[in-house]
């Protein structure tokens, strides 16, 4: 079954470095997402990504984090100057062909980000 | 808000049925989607309903009535492995913006 794969599953970093999770999504899907889930809270949307650009966005994402397709097959967070509460897992997802009823939305195994 | 409410913690005995209720605000509303969470892992896909009654899927079954703001997921001969997180999702006409739940934890037991 074709799956979303994610690099790095783990990452320590110092506060205020910068970080770049990345995610391949399922290869014939046009839509992307990045979520992600805080120790023991839900999880949460950040981002959707169609076409090259951001479709939506939270309120969670702000000018600390950016997303890139920067080719065919790879989808990336890039997040700033990370800060203490970045700490969580990240997930991202794919869904599409199409938009709307009819395509499950797809999630990798996550990147577990800890900032020290 | 688009508050998404289920139990926090179901426990049930390997074999059994569990019924996990979820109920949500209804302005918006697109589809409902259930998944699978176990503790570290990605959430993965159950089920989703755009359309009121039931959707069966082997063991798995859900339920949706919109105009009521309501689903529920049936889970049927229960199994071990079956301990998870179960996440209740709602989406709008942002179909990939999915607004979960804080999860049904559900202990199987022996």
């Given at each position: 079954e074709p799956e979303v794969t994610q690099t790095p599953s783990h990452q320590v970093t110092q506060m205020g470095q910068e970080v770049i999770l990345r995610c391949v999504p399922i290869s014939n899907h046009l839509y992307f997402y990045w979520y992600r889930q805080i120790l023991g809270q839900k999880v949460e949307f950040l981002v959707s990504f169609y076409n090259n650009e951001i479709s939506e966005k939270s309120e969670?994402?702000?000018?600390?984090f950016s997303v890139e397709r920067p080719d065919g097959s790879n989808f990336t967070l890039k997040i700033r100057s990370t800060k203490l509460e970045d700490s969580a897992m990240y997930f991202c997802a794919s869904s599409g062909?199409?938009?709307?009823?009819g395509n499950t939305i797809y999630f990798g195994e996550g990147s577990w980000l800890t900032v020290v | 808000g688009q508050n998404i409410d289920q139990p926090t913690e179901m426990t049930a005995t390997e074999g059994a049925i569990v019924q996990i209720n979820c109920t949500y605000q209804t302005s918006g509303f697109n589809g409902l989607f259930w998944y699978q969470q176990h503790a570290g892992e990605a959430p993965t896909f159950l089920s989703y309903n755009v359309l009121d009654g039931l959707e069966e899927k082997g063991r798995f079954s859900s339920f949706l009535s919109r105009s009521k703001g309501y689903s529920y997921l049936l889970l049927k001969e229960?199994?071990?492995?079956?301990?998870a997180s179960y996440l209740c999702a709602r989406t709008t006409d942002?179909?990939?913006k999915l607004q979960f739940g804080a999860g049904t934890q559900v202990v199987v037991t022996p």
């Open positions: 969670i994402f702000d000018d600390q062909p199409l938009q709307g009823a | 229960l199994q071990m492995k079956d301990s942002s179909w990939g």
